[in-house]
Every structure is written in structure tokens, then in C-alpha cells.
């Protein structure tokens, strides 16, 4: 049986290998052409393929992982990936930023929004990933202002899963504890009931917190899964967190947009006249012809403070016929319109 395995593993390289010198191929054209390197709605549909043929044999998650990762080390080979992610290093961003651009990614911290915009304007990175909505282990920053600042369009969207795991290096009782306060607050009842006697300490941020566990016997770390093999930890707990987390939602800058696919969304930012009745002639607009309207939140209008802001997705991309008259529409109704960007569709999870 290991024979069999071994042989199975040669022939996975060998694949792998076939499969590099293709990407490498489509990358020198691609580069004649001037065209980009990342196609997130192409990379989306190989890994929707892969998980549908696997599915009942294997989890989804795994799979998607897997292919995630082949496609990051082929993406690498046309041209170096370089990201940055607004959020602290080790953070959950972070993980979202490595999960969807995989390992050979380079992915770097920045401090507030303005440093992601300067990274894509003097292009020290291709891509700029942040949480559509902050957790309080993010820095301060509103994902409106950010989208209402930014001259580049939203290329793409992820969802990860934000739960706290327990990372350690050794066994035995926990002494003591390290953790950012935000993961202290949001694991507080777990923690009392199975380390109530375990010392609490608070650092700045997960990956600081993760590299004092695996200094320190006898401790252990509350942090992101990734930050086990970051920190070369293992996780010797799950579902930490006192209520369940729902999967948080990042969304991807890019200078040049993204290519077409074949399930698309279009993203819009919107202040709207203030009388009666406006936002449901705004809706009616896409109703009318037949697009769906997916997501429609809003916000105090820091610029404005009389008015709100509406961020809203619709299905579609912004260039056909339909989009584009619903478009126009809506904008005869507004106070500041905006096209964000249009984009393919993440995986569901």
C-alpha cells in the first residue's frame, strides 16, 4: 500500500510539475499581451470545479485549500503576487490575505487606509485586502470611508471564518495565556471555564502572542489557525470564542479591476436625495430590469453629516446593457454615486 502511495505521489509532481510550465507559458503571454496576471473569477471557477468533482469524497474545504495553494505557487511563477492587508500582521486579515492568495504570496501589514492606497499608487503591492467590516483587532478605519477615498475599483471578495484557536508548542496545564484583548473578550466565558486559573496576557496583537507561547513553557496562545505553522505551534483547542462567528467578508483592491467571469457583481457607493420613498425608486430601477440586488447596507456619512451612505451589490457586471441603463437610472436619484467595481462572486460558505 505505501508503494502505492509513493507511486500515486510521483505521478502528483509530475502533474504539478506539467501543470507550472502551462501557467509559466500563459504568463510570458500575458505579459506580450499586457495583460494582468490575476484572474480571480478564472482561479474561482478552477477551484468551484475541483470542490464539485470532489465532492462526497472529500471535504470542501480541503480541496478548496489545496487548489488554492497550486494556483498561488502557478500565479508565482508568471509573476511575484505582492499584497497588502489592513490589519495587524498575524492577524485575521492576514489569514484572509494568505487563504486567498495562497503561500507563495507576499503579504504585508499596513497601519490605516492611507498606506494601503499609497502601496497601490507607487505599485509597492498589486492588491489591497481589507475587512468590509472591522473587528476590534483591526485598526481604526471605517470600510465606507476607505471605498469613498479609493481611486482603485474592488477586484474580488473572501470570506473566512474568524474563530480563535488555542496554540501551544508542548502538553499539560496552561499556565499562562497570551492574547490581544480583543481575543480575551471574545473568549472570556470559554476561557474561564477551562483556564480559570491561568494567567492572562495581554500583548499587542496574534502573532506577538504566538511567538511568546512557543518561547514560554507551560503557555499557550489565542489567535487565528494559521498562526500555527506561522509560529510552528499546534492547536490544541477549537470553538473558543463565547458566541459562534459568522463568516467575516474581505474585500480585494486592485489597480487594474478585474477581468470578466461568468458570476459577476457590481458594487456601488450612494448618497441618496433626502425625501420620501427614495430608496425604493432607487431599488425598482434594478427590479425593473430584472437584476438582484444582493446587499444594501449603509452608514453616517462622515463627509456629509446629514445624509447616509449606501453601500449595494447587485448581480451583473457594470458594462451590460442592462447594469448600465439600471445604472444611469439610479444615478438621476443621488447625491454622489459611485461605481465601485465589478467583481466575481466569492465561493459560498
Request: hydrophobic fraction near 45%; charge should be negative.
Amino acid at each position: 500500500m505505501r508503494g502505492e502511495i509513493d507511486a500515486i505521489d510521483r505521478r502528483l509532481v509530475e502533474f504539478l510539475v506539467a501543470r507550472a510550465d502551462v501557467a509559466a507559458a500563459i504568463g510570458r503571454l500575458k505579459a506580450a499581451g499586457g495583460s494582468v496576471v490575476f484572474d480571480p473569477g478564472r482561479e474561482e471557477a478552477v477551484i468551484l470545479r475541483a470542490v464539485e468533482e470532489a465532492a462526497g469524497r472529500l471535504p470542501r474545504h480541503s480541496v478548496e485549500a489545496i487548489f488554492r495553494e497550486i494556483i498561488s505557487a502557478s500565479r508565482a511563477l508568471e509573476a511575484p503576487t505582492r499584497v497588502v492587508f489592513l490589519g495587524s500582521e498575524g492577524g485575521f486579515t492576514h489569514e484572509a490575505a494568505s487563504q486567498r492568495f495562497g503561500g507563495s504570496a507576499f503579504c504585508e501589514p499596513v497601519a490605516d487606509q492611507d498606506g494601503l492606497l499609497a502601496a497601490l499608487q507607487n505599485r509597492t503591492a498589486d492588491f489591497g485586502c481589507f475587512p468590509f467590516t472591522p473587528s476590534g483587532e483591526d485598526p481604526g478605519f471605517e470600510a465606507f470611508d476607505l471605498l469613498l477615498n479609493s481611486p482603485f475599483p474592488v477586484a474580488g471578495e473572501f470570506q473566512l471564518e474568524g474563530a480563535h484557536v488555542l496554540l501551544r508548542s508542548g502538553e499539560g496545564p496552561v499556565a499562562r495565556l497570551y492574547g490581544d484583548p480583543f481575543a480575551f473578550t471574545h473568549c472570556r466565558r470559554h476561557l474561564d471555564q477551562a483556564h480559570p486559573k491561568a494567567e492572562r496576557v495581554a500583548v499587542q496583537n496574534s502573532l506577538e502572542a504566538a511567538r511568546m507561547a512557543a518561547r514560554m513553557p507551560g503557555s499557550a496562545a489565542l489567535g487565528p489557525r494559521f498562526l500555527a505553522e506561522l509560529a510552528g505551534l499546534v492547536v490544541s483547542g477549537e470553538g473558543l470564542d463565547d458566541a459562534p462567528s459568522a463568516a467575516r467578508r474581505y474585500l480585494i483592491l486592485a489597480p487594474q479591476g478585474a477581468r470578466r467571469a461568468q458570476a459577476e457583481k457590481t458594487a456601488l457607493l450612494l448618497a441618496l436625495a433626502n425625501r420620501p420613498g427614495v430608496l425604493h425608486s432607487m431599488l425598482g430601477c434594478f427590479a425593473s430590469a430584472g437584476i438582484n440586488v444582493v446587499a444594501v447596507e449603509n452608514r453616517a456619512n462622515a463627509r456629509w453629516s446629514w445624509e447616509h451612505l449606501f453601500y449595494l451589490e447587485a448581480e451583473g457586471h457594470h458594462a451590460e446593457p442592462a447594469m448600465a441603463g439600471s445604472l444611469k437610472e439610479v444615478e438621476r436619484g443621488t447625491t454622489f454615486f459611485k461605481v465601485l467595481g465589478s467583481f466575481p462572486k466569492g465561493l459560498a460558505r
